[in-house]
Nanobody
Framework: VQLVESGGGLVQPGGSLTLSCVGS????????MGWYRQAPGKEREMVAR???????IYADSVKGRFTIFRGKIENTVSLQMTSLKPEDAAVYFC???????????WGQGTPVTVSS
């Protein structure tokens, strides 16, 4: 099973960026897909999670600015980020849970830089 992120890059404060994640090698649908981030010197933190068939969960710091959504293609997830702030800069990781096998998977990460 592999998760591959794309869409990271440099954006100015107040700008927008959309990250995408494609999961492959899994014959089943992931039960949860989400995004985490890790800034230099800080611990990895949850940004947004979307359980299948349920409402999304967001970190307080991104509520109202970020939107997570599953793609039409199975095992894909995107994160639409708006009103970006310098403190949003981090490496963003795609994450997926498979409950029946008690497995979790991580992508390799995509960097987001917010700077003028």
């Amino acid at each position: 099973v592999q998760l591959v992120e794309s869409g990271g890059g440099l954006v100015q404060p107040g700008g927008s960026l959309t990250l995408s994640c494609v999961g492959s090698g899994n014959p089943y649908s992931f039960d949860v897909m989400g995004w985490y981030r890790q800034a230099p010197g800080k611990e990895r933190e949850m940004v947004a999670r979307l359980p299948s068939g349920r409402s999304a969960i967001y970190a307080d710091s991104v509520k109202g600015r970020f939107t997570i959504f599953r793609g039409k293609i199975e095992n894909t997830v995107s994160l639409q980020m708006t009103s970006l702030k310098p403190e949003d800069a981090a490496v963003y990781f795609c994450h997926a849970d498979q409950w029946y096998s008690d497995s979790e998977y991580w992508g390799q990460g995509t960097p987001v830089t917010v700077s003028s």
